[in-house]
């Protein structure tokens, strides 16, 4: 009998492109999680989505502990909200200006998806190629993947980007700073606890920077890239509102280090 996997790509063979942002961070955080749930039910196939907050948060890498990453004094005078997410990688600031994409791609035993190195290698070259199209970047400086899962311009990073796997299909998600109030990022976090070589123990201000291009052109190339077309299939938003409740709305999950 064939497995979810191959149900999905017989019923589903395009990649969906969903362009969706939520009213909240809790909600566009759950939204990600439900699609590769659905996925991996069988509900529907790889989907290409891209959001954007209206409003800064802090979201947590699923194993950071908050105290150490976080200013949490600076995030409650200011109103901003701390979540996790259900990825690894490290504690980011969020909001107008930084553009989300996630990627829900199925998992192939003897393609480019079959292993966590092998996804980021696959992934982020097929996202460098698609910004370099786009020649955002001065001529002494170069475009390139830097650490694990960073783009970068020279050696300032603009995007940054985290993996989980299940059985059949995987969640790839990340950002693209493309006019975001980078001050935001040195009030409300720590230095971080891991760093890439490259940052070279460089303050937040002094590490990232902005593409300066517009968020409709880094769709454009990103769902040109990934061959995504829009369809009417619904997303999952009534998973996406029980993740809410039971998830990413609690201090049990959003606490839990």
């Known amino acids: 009998m064939p497995d979810a996997t191959d149900w999905s790509l017989e019923l589903f063979p395009l990649m969906t492109l969903l362009d969706l942002t939520l009213p909240s961070p809790a909600e566009n955080l759950a939204l990600d999680e439900a699609l590769l749930d659905a996925a ?3 509900e529907r196939g790889e989907v290409l989505r891209f959001w954007e907050s209206p409003t800064p948060f802090v979201v947590v890498g699923y194993a950071n502990k908050i105290a150490a990453e976080v ?27 930084c553009l989300n994409y996630a990627l829900i791609l199925r998992i ?21 190629a698609a910004i370099a199209s786009l020649n955002p970047q001065p001529p002494t400086l170069d475009l390139s993947i830097r650490g694990h899962t960073d783009l970068a311009l020279g ?14 299909f995987l969640l790839f998600h990340g950002t693209f700073l493309h006019s975001f109030d980078l001050s935001l990022i040195n009030q409300l976090l720590h230095m971080p606890s891991a ?13 990232v920077t902005n593409l300066k291009l517009s968020p409709v052109s880094i769709r454009g190339v ?11 299939l619904a997303p999952p938003l009534q998973s996406t509102a ?16």
Not at 108 to 128: K, V, W
Not at 222 to 232: E, F, G, H, P, Q
């Open 222 to 232: 990103i769902a040109k890239t990934w061959d995504a077309v829009a369809n009417s």
């Open 155 to 168: 050696d300032l990073k603009f995007s940054g980007n985290a993996q989980r796997r299940r059985k059949q």
């Open 108 to 128: 192939n035993e003897t393609g480019p998806t079959r292993s966590i190195s092998s996804a980021n290698q696959f992934i982020m070259e097929r996202n460098l």
């Open 71 to 97: 200013n949490v004094a600076a995030c409650e005078a200011k109103g901003i909200p701390i979540l996790r997410r259900c990825t690894g990688g490290g504690t980011v600031v969020q909001g107008p200006g």
């Open 242 to 257: 029980l993740l809410v409740r039971e998830k990413y709305s609690q201090a049990e999950w959003n606490r839990k280090f």
């Open 40 to 42: 991996e039910a069988g």
């Open 195 to 207: 760093q890439p070589d490259y940052r070279d123990n460089r303050a937040h201000d002094a590490f």
